[in-house]
């Protein structure tokens, strides 16, 4: 017998708009020892599919359609006082975010053993926290004994999600479902958490249900894979099969989109546009402590050419970014554009600037003014280029198609459009100002991998088109090495390489690059094209 | 920690400086008139009222009044204007009604408040949750005085259960310190359980739809200690700091009218006649007092609130 | 860092269909106009404001007498019997439902539904002055403090700190006892004592801290989202990022928060009324008519019940009128 089987799933929820169906007839099984892989875009329904099977949805008043049992137990129609006793016992759920998912005023050693306890009311207080030291170990915590007594917000986000996977294996489920458990982890982190589950499948025959939208996540862990989409499962199958053969439309234009894209074709590039030497920035972090955020960054960008920046959280990328558009000022160093030394730049110097050097932000959904019409958040930047109010509309409407949107959109707010759209409005604004560059933050992170193809393909065009030079920082790899002509890798505020893209990726000179790039999770056509 | 602390002591003192110079120019300065025409009185000769004037200080420059009547205040040998009694030993002696019906109100809607607040958000949207936000509603619609003074007509004129006003001490006569302090405790605190219901409520829904609680669920505990546990405990944090601050303020505000219409002879009352007698010395000392209260609970209250949410502990 | 996917807060990403028709405004209008309560109550306190707007046409047509005039030796005819207005004990006569005293009289011989009528549209005229005096200051501070944080923030901070420690009511009577007497005289300014500007600058003020601080704290989360810096990348100046930018993002937590300074004013200035600080005599007011009431208990409760009854009835519609209208802009449970 399966451990869990789930026969013609439905999910529908009551909204203001009507009843909408998250999930439409899901099927599929999962046996003891193995990986099942839900993967989908947002909005598929995967995590519906998760949520329901723990019961978690009923509070939010789900209807719920066909049969899903746990080794033979009705899930569905079980009562609360049976579902509970299943909850964390037999079947248990890791979430994505470990920050909001932990209690923020509870050690987190406490709320191992309160699960414990839960289920085991026999076990004393004492045993139950030895239990979680024991649990917090295994799960990879270091200090383990003097880290049970630390709050959520104490540890990091890696630890965090050690802390969530050994609370849900405290009482030895059968079934775990993981929810984007790596998601919001750095790469080298999520590298290790998924070793971890693979060496936990192996030693208990624990079955995975595990959620993603991470297509390589997928290769790395998966044994069979189950494509969703809009509610229902367009495919399923084995790992190797999908990956290497998909049959549904969907499943390709999938891997499509995570294929590498080409590496471009090594281009003349102009005179340095764009350059920092020996850039630093301290910030004052408590009282006493001295946080050093970017430490001697020097890096050129030259014009036409596209400098990617990789780096994991904490690398200053952020803070390099926000140097360059003047938006916090360095405490040494110098940043010179177009040969003006720009790095006190007030004013008339600063404005003449800006006009030339714009930037794009990461999260779209954050970097409109929700208030304001996409019309008004063009026209910011038509005004300071004192393009008369008569033809701002016009104008706007322009930029609106040059990234590949209608007219009838500038009519819109932000939150009337996806996140592609908004991305492509944030691009759009950029360009408003008509610069001669653009530094771009993570920009596509936030969005599906479908529609970072053609928000990058988008990006390649007007490059070409008008000449523009990027420099375009991203944790994400892959992304990076697709579009950029030469990288810089950073790490804790510093620059530890440099190079043309090809050559950085086929031979890395520095440890922390190689590290970096054997993290990255491949997909099996990538491992081929590695060049 | 030493340095949070220095800079917090810093910033009351600042705060407490400038209030008692607003006071003071309050009081001292702007209502129109002589004040030693007043005190006087209205058949006194222009040299009796000079005489009073220099006996007071009157005459001196603004800043000179200020200091000598600061120093008095820290003295405690401030004297009343009209009564020529020490203002301090006034205030002690008017004490005792004021902190029992702000303690015996304060635990009252407290205790009220979580309990309707709880109440309506565990069966929200349903029957109980709606009557209870009636209730709430009306109770925050009702002025204090005027409830205090139904409750005074309808339970003491007409139907005699309870004493028509005044203090009893708690030492003398329990029974009657109670029967005398019952009522003022009710209208005073219909409105702030009103309040608090709502805001319990509010937090209460609020955090039920978090993350964590989504995950203490699916921990397989059971829904009363998911509620207790870690609803409630982190649902109440910001009600402790919105208790000290009402309680500071209902000492120095809310107390005043319940005081006069229940005729409790306590401080707020005290302030009240002095105003309308023109008596500055009592007003200033009262307001003195009640806004350092202010500003000291309100330390104690951010302290709490650090030793109950650990997350603000380290953001310092 | 990858940022994670649409998170599952309530139902998920998926079944949120993206809110149909545009402006923010109009959903929340929508929202409103299906809350039966809210709007009845809204009409609740409309009713009263346009019956204290028509007191003068009371006065004249209906009891033929204005607030202030004296009957206190007269009598008058009801239902067949003559009872006098006053009686020789000094108890005022209670309702007679007629055209003339239609709630009954007070200790003056006045005519009590006048009064209260007159009454009303003084104590809501201060309060609605004051709600304007409160919400322009608040929003002025606020958002000073919360974009210019540093020394800006600091000053007005403390500013807020020394308002909000003085005792409301404390502050409130002083004031209005001391400029009672004397009216405000600050060269510039001048106002005389029978001035409503009085009672509703202080209760103005008074409240400034409870929107103020709020407001701060918006301000200080929304000037670190990412369209505040796209602002300034573009090169926009201060003022324009604060007029254009910021504001819009906070006008529905302003309007969240008038009907509830409005109710708090309300009671407020009945309060101070109450005590003698606030509207003078011999101008009406729902708080005086209640000081005299509760002075004559027990004898004449209608006097305490009639303005008691009529300020509640007007709070309450403001209060329940303004929790629809959160709940309209907020959309929660």
């Known amino acids: 017998m399966s451990l869990l089987e789930v026969a013609n799933l439905g999910v529908s929820f009551a909204t203001e708009a009507g009843a909408v169906r998250a999930v439409d007839g899901a099927s599929f099984a999962l046996s003891r020892g193995e990986v099942l892989a839900l993967v989908g875009e947002s909005g598929s329904g995967k995590s519906t599919i998760g949520l329901t099977l723990m019961g978690l949805t009923r509070r939010l008043g789900a209807r719920t359609s066909g049969a899903a049992t746990l080794e033979g137990q009705d899930l569905l129609g079980a009562g609360e006082r049976e579902l509970r006793s299943l909850r964390g016992n037999r079947m248990a759920m890791v979430f994505q975010d470990p920050i909001s998912s932990l209690n923020p005023v509870q050690r987190v050693g406490w709320q191992i053993s309160e699960q414990i306890r839960a289920h085991q009311p026999l076990v004393g207080g004492a045993q139950a926290l030895e239990r979680a030291v024991e649990l917090m170990d295994r799960a990879g915590i270091a200090n383990a004994r003097s880290r049970v007594r630390a709050y959520p917000h104490e540890l990091s986000g890696g630890m965090r999600q050690r802390v969530m996977i050994a609370m849900a294996l405290s009482c030895e489920p059968g079934l775990l479902i993981a929810d984007e458990p790596t998601t919001a982890l750095d790469v080298t982190t999520q590298a290790q958490i998924l070793a971890q589950l693979r060496e936990l499948r192996e030693r208990t025959e624990m079955g995975i249900l595990f959620i993603t939208h991470d297509l390589g996540v997928v290769a790395d862990i998966a044994d069979r894979i189950l494509v969703m989409r809009a509610g229902q499962l367009v495919e399923q199958g084995n790992a190797e099969e999908i990956l290497h053969a998909p049959q549904h439309p969907y499943t390709q234009s999938l891997l499509a989109a995570y294929a590498p894209r080409p590496l471009r074709a090594p281009r003349t590039t102009g005179a340095p546009l764009l350059q920092t030497q020996e850039l630093s920035v301290a910030f004052r972090a408590g009282r006493r402590a001295q946080v050093q955020a970017l430490d001697g960054v020097s890096l050129t960008l030259q014009e036409g050419e596209t400098l990617g920046v990789v780096g994991e959280s904490g690398a200053g990328k952020s803070t390099l970014i926000r140097c360059l558009v003047r938006l916090t000022d360095p405490t040494s160093g110098t940043i010179h554009f177009r040969g003006q030394d720009i790095t006190k730049a007030r004013g008339r110097q600063l404005a003449s600037v800006r006009r030339e050097l714009q930037m794009v932000f990461q999260d779209s959904h954050a970097s409109l003014n929700p208030r304001r019409r996409v019309e008004w958040i063009l026209a910011g930047g038509l005004r300071l280029r004192e393009v008369p109010r008569a033809q701002w509309r016009g104008r706007a409407g322009e930029l609106l198609e040059r990234v590949g949107l209608r007219v009838e959109h500038l009519d819109r707010f932000p939150h009337e459009l996806s996140g592609g759209e908004r991305q492509r409005v944030g691009i759009a604004r950029a360009l408003s100002c008509d610069p001669r560059a653009l530094v771009l933050d993570e920009p596509v992170s936030s969005l599906d991998a479908t529609v970072r193809a053609q928000v990058l393909d988008l990006l390649a065009r007007l490059q070409a088109e008008a000449g523009l030079s990027y420099l375009l920082v991203s944790h994400d790899l892959m992304v990076v090495r697709g579009v950029s002509d030469r990288v810089a890798v950073m790490r804790n505020g510093e620059v530890v390489e440099v190079g043309a893209t090809e050559e950085l990726f086929s031979s890395p000179q520095h440890e922390y690059t190689r590290t970096l790039l054997a993290s990255c999770l491949k997909l099996p056509g990538q491992v081929r094209s590695a060049v | 920690m030493i340095g949070f602390l220095a800079r917090r002591l810093a910033g009351m003192v600042a705060v407490l400086l400038a209030i008692s110079l607003l006071t003071f120019l309050i009081f001292q300065v702007i209502p129109g008139g002589d004040p030693a025409v007043r005190m006087a009185g209205r058949l006194a000769t222009p040299a009796q009222v000079q005489d009073v004037r220099r006996a007071w200080g009157f005459d001196r420059p603004v800043y000179d009044q200020y200091l000598t009547t600061m120093g008095k205040v820290l003295d405690g040998t401030v004297v009343s204007y009209s009564q020529q009694i020490n203002v301090e030993d006034e205030i002690v002696r008017s004490l005792p009604p004021t902190i029992s019906l702000a303690l015996g109100a304060g635990v009252i809607w407290l205790f009220f408040g979580v309990l309707f607040g709880v109440l309506s958000a565990i069966t929200a949207g349903r029957l109980l949750d709606r009557s209870l936000t009636v209730v709430a509603l009306v109770g925050i619609s009702t002025p204090a005085f005027f409830l205090g003074a139904l409750l005074l007509y309808y339970f003491g004129y007409r139907l005699e259960l309870l004493p028509l006003g005044g203090y009893v001490p708690l030492t003398r006569d329990p029974w009657g310190w109670f029967t005398h302090m019952l009522m003022p405790w009710l209208a005073l605190s219909v409105a702030f359980i009103g309040v608090y219901a709502r805001v319990l409520r509010s937090n209460v829904l609020d955090t039920m739809s978090e993350d964590y609680v989504r995950t203490a669920r699916a921990k397989g505990l059971s829904e009363r200690r998911v509620l207790v546990r870690h609803v409630l405990r982190n649902s109440l944090i910001p009600i402790v700091s919105l208790w000290g601050l009402d309680f500071a303020a209902v000492v120095g505000g809310g107390a005043i009218v319940i005081e006069s219409v229940f005729d409790l002879h306590g401080v707020g009352q005290y302030a009240a006649e002095s105003i309308a007698r023109l008596d500055v010395p009592p007003v200033l000392v009262v307001t003195l007092l009640v806004a350092c209260a202010v500003v000291v609970l309100g330390a104690v209250v951010d302290i709490l609130y650090a030793a109950l949410d650990p997350r603000i502990r380290l953001a310092r | ?333």
Not at chain 3, 103 to 116: F, I, K, M, Q
Request: net charge positive.
């Open chain 3, 1 to 333: 860092m990858t940022p994670p996917p649409p998170g599952m807060k309530s139902p998920p990403a998926a079944i949120k269909p993206p809110p149909a028709g545009g402006s923010p405004w109009r959903l929340a209008w929508r929202r409103l106009a299906r809350s039966r309560a809210t709007l009845a109550f809204g009409g609740l306190f409309l009713a009263v404001v346009m019956l204290c707007l028509l007191a003068p046409v009371y006065a004249r047509e209906i009891a033929h007498t204005g607030p202030n005039d004296n009957h206190i030796t007269e009598t008058v005819k009801v239902g067949g019997k003559t009872l006098e207005v006053v009686s020789p004990t000094g108890v005022p006569i209670g309702p007679t439902w007629h055209s003339r005293f239609f709630l009954g009289a007070d200790a003056n011989g006045r005519d009590v539904a006048v009064r209260l009528l007159y009454g009303g549209r003084n104590s809501l005229e201060v309060g609605a002055l004051a709600t304007l005096i409160t919400m322009l200051l608040a929003v002025l501070i606020g958002v000073l403090a919360g974009y210019f944080r540093g020394v800006t923030d600091g000053v007005l901070s403390r500013l807020l700190d020394v308002i909000w420690a003085f005792p409301p009511i404390l502050l409130g009577v002083a004031l209005g006892v001391a400029l009672a007497v004397g009216g405000l005289d600050l060269g510039v300014v001048k106002l005389h004592s029978g001035s409503l500007l009085l009672p509703a600058l202080i209760v103005g003020v008074v409240f400034v801290p409870y929107v103020a601080r709020p407001l701060r704290g918006q301000v200080l989360s929304l000037r670190r989202r990412e369209f505040i810096d796209a602002a300034r990348v573009q090169g926009h100046g201060h003022m324009r990022i604060l007029a254009s930018e910021l504001l819009p993002n906070l006008t529905s937590t302003i309007v969240v928060f008038i009907p509830l300074m409005l109710a708090n004013a309300i009671l407020l200035e009945a309060g101070l009324s109450y005590l003698g600080a606030g509207v003078q005599d011999p101008n009406p007011s729902w708080g005086t008519m209640l000081a005299e009431g509760i002075r004559l208990t027990p004898g004449a409760i209608h006097l305490v019940l009639v303005p008691g009854l009529m300020l509640v009835a007007a709070v309450l519609g403001v209060n329940v009128f303004g929790d629809g209208m959160r709940d309209a802009l907020d959309a929660r449970a």
